[in-house]
């Protein structure tokens, strides 16, 4: 008899989507009721997980790698994300608070700057905010202290940035 297998109900389908692969695929074998058939099937399976969870590692490294460009007034300027501190939004403006230097101040939204980070990096905490998981000095009353200022935190957003942080109790 025929069956068919839908990677769609495995961990690959969560890995797909990651990636953003749109097509499910779809593999029909013929079990004869022999073990031989599953063992291929659950290697093909594996070769498929390991193939999908290399593409999306390739794909998060060129995202974190590639450096941002920033237009500030007639100057682009090239911005590494580990010097970024946080992100101050201004309606269709964005402030860049670095490590070294004065912040730069850019034509973009920030919903528009934040598709260009890495999220296990940076956290929205505010509709106004997106920090530096790296560099939060401290938590305390729903404000983030990075260096000298005292960033808000939403309570929309405190539940994401409570599942980013790596608590030690």
């Given at each position: 008899?025929?069956?068919?297998?839908?990677?769609?109900?495995?961990?690959?389908?969560?890995?797909?989507?990651?990636?953003?692969?749109?097509?499910?695929?779809?593999?029909?074998?013929?079990?004869?009721?022999?073990?031989?058939?599953?063992?291929?099937?659950?290697?093909?399976?594996?070769?498929?997980?390991?193939?999908?969870?290399?593409?999306?590692?390739?794909?998060?490294?060129?995202?974190?790698?590639?450096?941002?460009?920033?237009?500030?007034?007639?100057?682009?300027?090239?911005?590494?994300?580990?010097?970024?501190?946080?992100?101050?939004?201004?309606?269709?403006?964005?402030?860049?608070?670095?490590?070294?230097?004065?912040?730069?101040?850019?034509?973009?939204?920030?919903?528009?700057?934040?598709?260009?980070?890495?999220?296990?990096?940076?956290?929205?905490?505010?509709?106004?905010?997106?920090?530096?998981?790296?560099?939060?000095?401290?938590i305390e009353r729903k404000r983030i202290r990075i260096?000298?200022?005292?960033?808000?935190?939403?309570?929309?957003?405190?539940?994401?940035?409570?599942?980013?942080?790596?608590?030690?109790?």
């Open positions: 008899s025929t069956h068919c297998i839908s990677s769609a109900a495995s961990d690959v389908y969560k890995r797909q989507q990651q990636i953003k692969v749109k097509n499910t695929m779809l593999k029909c074998i013929t079990f004869d009721g022999d073990t031989s058939t599953l063992n291929t099937l659950m290697g093909y399976f594996e070769k498929l997980d390991k193939a999908l969870a290399d593409v999306h590692q390739a794909l998060s490294k060129e995202q974190t790698e590639r450096p941002i460009f920033v237009r500030e007034g007639s100057k682009i300027i090239r911005l590494r994300r580990e010097e970024i501190l946080f992100l101050e939004g201004y309606g269709d403006y964005v402030k860049v608070h670095r490590i070294n230097g004065k912040p730069l101040l850019t034509q973009v939204s920030l919903k528009r700057f934040e598709e260009f980070l890495d999220r296990n990096r940076f956290c929205r905490v505010h509709r106004s905010y997106i920090v530096s998981l790296s560099h939060i000095n401290y260096g000298e200022e005292l960033i808000p935190i939403s309570d929309s957003y405190l539940p994401a940035l409570m599942n980013k942080l790596s608590l030690q109790e």
